[in-house]
């Protein structure tokens, strides 16, 4: 059963950090904070919010469980395309006391251990972002030979794979699928990419039918027992680019389901994109939640977990 949040009641306190008696913390990151169960892990999607890989002082109350919930959706939907680590998001069997319990719902997961491959696997179906940026000057994109005349948004031929490393701090940064290679072997490199454009073909069909443009998204993959599986979390709005179809016109930014709405808070101020960040105003972390919220509505809708 969807969060009560995801229904439509309004957000809880916004969390901005965990802290849980008798588990042992794995790991924090921008987001989420991972506890280690042993062979499994506890990920906590708290309400954190990076922007140009800075994390905001405040929370948007609700977007941790938005994560969960779409992450839920969207590793159900795609188990077949790609096995991933999802267990449960029952936290029952933890045994914490009501006040834990509480803060947990809605958004955890519990999730198999898996040797991460430290490569983000990005593939992109429109020009946006760094790729937008390189074709102005290049007429490439990470790697790829793309046609001229394109113009910001526009729809590639097809979905390509453009890798980036993942950085412990700061920026990722751009490889091609030949540095990749490099640094986690031609063959991996291979199924990672082959897999990545089978889950966004499937993801991208089900956005369509859904009025959605699924323009760009990254995935995290695990080694276990020697097989790939999809770990971490799964087409959000931290991880990818949604945009309304309905509203579609190529020449320009696009309307989208994210923290974009952040960013041109923030870009609008002057900041230089190094912390500390400025403050968010109330309205803005308020309009923030609700674009993160329809984007699990916009989605998910009558297929709700």
């Known amino acids: ?61 609700g977007k941790g469980i938005v994560l969960t919930g779409l992450s839920e959706f ?49 593939v992109r179906g429109y020009l946006a972002g760094s790729g937008w940026a390189e074709y102005r000057k290049s007429g490439t994109c990470i790697g790829h030979t793309l046609p001229p005349g394109l113009v910001e948004s526009s729809r590639l031929p097809e979905p390509i794979f453009t890798p980036a490393t993942k950085e412990a701090s700061g920026h990722d ?8 290679a490099d640094l986690v072997g031609k063959e991996l490199t291979s199924e990672l990419a082959d897999a990545s454009l089978r889950l966004y073909s499937a993801a991208a069909a089900h956005c369509q039918q859904r009025g959605i443009i699924l323009a760009d998204t990254k995935f995290e993959f695990g ?11 799964a087409l959000t709005p931290d991880s990818s680019r949604f945009w309304p179809a ?7 930014s696009q309307p989208s389901f994210d923290k974009q709405y952040v960013r041109d808070y923030l870009d609008a101020t002057g900041w230089d994109h190094e912390p500390p960040p400025p403050p968010l105003p109330t309205e803005v972390v308020s309009r923030t939640t609700e674009k993160y919220r329809e984007a699990y509505v916009r989605i998910v809708g009558d297929g709700a977990p």
């Not at 008696?21 to 042993?38: E, I, N, Q, S």
């Not at 080694?223 to 979390?233: K, V």
């Not at 309905?246 to 320009?252: K, T």
Request: include cysteine; hydrophobic fraction near 45%; aromatic fraction near 6%.
């Open 223 to 233: 080694l276990l027992d020697g097989d790939i599986i999809l770990i971490d979390e």
């Open 1 to 61: 059963m969807a969060h009560p949040f995801l229904a439509g009641a309004a957000p809880p306190s916004g969390i901005s950090e965990t802290q849980i008696p008798g588990l042992k913390l794995f790991a924090r990151g921008k987001v989420r904070d991972m506890y280690d169960l042993g062979d499994r892990l506890l990920m906590v999607a708290t309400d954190r919010l990076s922007a140009y890989d800075v994390v905001m002082r405040e929370p948007i109350p």
């Open 74 to 122: 969207w590793f159900d939907r795609t188990r077949e395309v790609v096995p991933n680590h999802l267990l449960s998001t029952d936290v029952g069997e933890l045994d914490l006391s009501d006040e834990f319990m509480k803060m947990l719902d809605g958004r955890s997961m519990i999730v198999r251990r898996a040797e991460r491959v430290d490569v983000e696997c990005v």
């Open 173 to 180: 940064i751009n490889i091609s699928t030949a540095q990749m």
């Open 246 to 252: 309905d509203g579609f016109a190529p020449g320009g």
